[in-house]
């Protein structure tokens, strides 16, 4: 069905007794020629891609649990394209422009919400890289701006901007970025993919890989039986060493948990995304008016979805050092989700050493701002045999040949490098 | 998550560092490529039981061998790590 004023004033005149479905329930048949494993945003993204874009419409994603339930219902929401590294600066403005248009392309109200993200800096050296990362968006024609002390004050005079060890002096905002509905994200993929014709199979756990004579993947083991595909498609992060040992393959990934944090409702505080530069901190204001924040990853392996006290600690203490006044607001609810961390702390997308299958793994904790850009480069490889321009660089073998992406500097353990 | 370290008693969490699973060994010196970059980069990332180095760096400061479970976070063994004053330890 098609949404707008005048579904929603109908459905509403009939007490919203008429909505149907958003999309399909399939049951698997016995052969696609494209098989998603996944049904997050990235593997519902990919799907509608693939049937939007590239024309194979002949296309399945398989969900084990239900759809959004890993860590597409478990971020924190942001979107932003601040990115100073090549391969990482292109890609993630491809991904920002399509969130831009994504609600009519989709048909589908996702809250994208251009309420702006600022890192904020606390010295000088912060300062300058900071200036750099904006340069080099700016001369790729993404939006950035150097505030200074005066223009954040002004901006979130709420601020401890004399904090004796760091004192705020300024910020790198991108007005462009911000944060959208994250569950909407994946309905909207599902609805607008389930229109065009793509089967979305939930409860449908994958146990194992079909393989011809060659070792080519020709479908999949799953719950619901055996399923036959032209193509395989992974888009399992936190759980991608777990189905691609399947296939006999080990990957540059670590699962780690991180957490995230939500405050009781306040009235309107924080005016946009902001990012505490000394520590690790990140907050943004939800329309229901609680504060959603993280920080970093416990630090340990884990696929356990729940994380541990001291990181708690660790994130409060740095809004605390931020914004002192939230002393008072009661922390109401705390969750965790599986990161894939990778080696460098970025991306995979690419063909895997093994005929018929394909990697999106990788995402460390920044897959959600990722979504729709990571759906149309997986889609464009799964289509074309052959990565899309802005995502050339995440290849599989650059731990290998050393071509890495280090824009943080650190993958799974800053212990690492 | 508390870890009963074999020289202190239980501690909790934040006393602790943690480096990753010890299966892999360092390869020697001249060793080929391969097996440096498989020891550096890749990761058998288990889901289930496994044998970690943790060290315990707001106490005793020693390395210890901890089984944990990765999917669970149950604890079943904590051990010195080789080399880590594991003589001290009365069994």
């Known amino acids: 069905m098609k949404y707008s004023i005048f579904s929603l004033a109908r459905a509403a005149l009939s007490g919203h007794k008429n909505w149907q479905r958003t999309w399909r329930d399939a049951t698997p048949k016995d052969r696609y020629d494209v098989v998603i494993i996944g049904g997050g945003g990235h593997g519902l993204a990919t799907a509608w891609f693939l049937a939007s874009e590239f024309g194979i419409k002949n296309v399945a994603v398989l969900e084990k649990g239900w759809i959004g339930s890993g860590n597409a219902g478990r971020n924190t929401t942001i979107i932003r394209s601040n990115y100073g590294l090549p391969g990482n600066t292109g890609f993630y403005e491809l991904s920002m422009k399509l969130w831009e248009r994504m609600e009519q392309d989709l048909n589908y109200n996702a809250m994208v919400s251009q309420r702006g993200v600022i890192n904020l800096y606390h010295s000088d050296a912060q300062r300058d890289a900071y200036a750099r990362r904006g340069n080099t968006m700016r001369i790729n024609g993404i939006d950035a701006e150097l505030l200074d002390l005066a223009a954040v004050k002004k901006m979130m005079p709420f601020l401890n901007f004399d904090n004796a060890r760091f004192p705020v002096q300024g910020g790198l905002l991108q007005r462009r970025g911000g944060t959208a509905r994250h569950d909407a994200v994946v309905w909207g993929y599902a609805h607008a993919a389930s229109e065009l014709g793509v089967d979305i199979i939930q409860n449908c756990e994958v146990t194992g890989f079909v393989r011809d004579a060659n070792g080519k993947v020709t479908g999949v083991e799953t719950s619901r039986g055996r399923i036959g595909a032209g193509k395989v498609g992974m888009a399992v992060a936190g759980s991608s060493s777990r189905v691609a040992a399947m296939a006999g393959l080990r990957l540059p990934i670590e699962s780690h948990v991180l957490q995230a944090f939500v405050s009781e409702a306040i009235k309107p505080l924080i005016p946009n995304v902001m990012t505490f530069g000394a520590g690790h901190f990140y907050v943004s204001q939800s329309d229901k008016g609680g504060l959603v924040f993280g920080g970093d990853i416990d630090g340990y392996n884990s696929y356990a979805q729940r994380g541990n006290m001291p990181v708690m600690e660790d994130v409060c203490e740095g809004g605390m050092a931020l914004i002192p006044m939230i002393g008072r607001v009661r922390l109401l609810r705390q969750w965790g989700g599986i990161m894939d961390m990778s080696m460098d702390g970025s991306p995979i997308i690419d063909k895997a050493p093994v005929d018929g299958l394909y990697l999106n793994a990788g995402w460390c904790y920044g897959g959600f701002k990722a979504t729709p850009g990571s759906g149309f480069v997986f889609a464009h490889l799964l289509a074309r045999d052959e990565s899309h321009k802005e995502a050339a660089r995440f290849r599989l073998d650059r731990f290998r040949t050393g071509a890495m992406i280090d824009e943080k500097g650190q993958g799974a353990q800053p212990n690492l490098h | ?91």
């Open chain 2, 1 to 91: 998550m508390r870890i009963v370290c074999p020289f202190c008693g239980e501690r909790e969490l934040g006393e602790f560092t943690y480096l990753g699973d010890a299966k892999p060994v360092r390869p020697v010196a001249g060793a080929p490529e391969d097996e440096v970059f498989d020891y550096v980069y890749l990761r058998d990332n288990i889901a289930g039981v496994m044998e970690e180095n943790w060290y315990h760096g707001g106490g005793c400061r020693a390395w210890l061998k901890v089984t944990r479970n990765t999917l669970t976070h149950e604890i079943s063994l904590v051990e010195p790590a080789a080399g880590a004053g594991a003589r001290h330890v009365v069994k």
